[in-house]
């Protein structure tokens, strides 16, 4: 059993070290995307970086593989369409829910609460005008009948 706070510490060739830097450099490579690549902390990447440009680690021999260098390259942009296909997404999950809330309030306000009403033909009397009256003769209104509604 190992003890407390004793850890593994990986040496790693200047030959390595060399490429990794030169991987890390390439255009539209990310320093987490090499590091993860390799299987190293970012932080141990960006050390390195640093000695190569103070002259501690001579990066002058290091090969890139053009392999190596493209499926970073593919991994970068895969990730970017990733992310954007993430947020698209997330904004479509938001259109559904604020459909389905819409939805479900305009069903339940087109609800009849009160009393069923009657058509507007069925409602009141009709009255008939006053037949005409001749001299000397008084007429009296007559009312019409009510309508039948069924």
Not at 73 to 81: A, Q, S, Y
């Amino acid at each position: 059993m190992g003890r407390p706070g004793l850890r593994k510490k990986n040496r790693y060739s200047e030959d390595f070290k060399a490429t990794a830097v030169k991987l890390s450099q390439l255009a539209e490579v990310r320093i987490q995307d090499v590091a993860e690549a390799l299987d190293i902390h970012p932080f141990m990447l960006s050390r390195w970086r640093k000695e190569v440009r103070d002259g501690v680690i001579v990066a002058k021999g290091a090969k890139v593989d053009i392999q190596t260098a493209g499926e970073l390259k593919r991994l970068r942009e895969l990730e970017k369409k990733y992310k954007i296909l993430q947020e698209e997404h997330a904004l479509l999950k938001k259109a559904i829910r604020f459909a389905s809330e819409q939805r479900r309030k305009s069903s339940s306000t087109s609800k009849q609460t009160g009393p069923v009403m009657r058509s507007p033909s069925c409602v009141g009397s009709m009255v008939s005008p006053a037949p005409a009256s001749t001299p000397g003769t008084t007429a009296s209104p007559v009312r019409g009948r009510k309508p039948t509604c069924s």
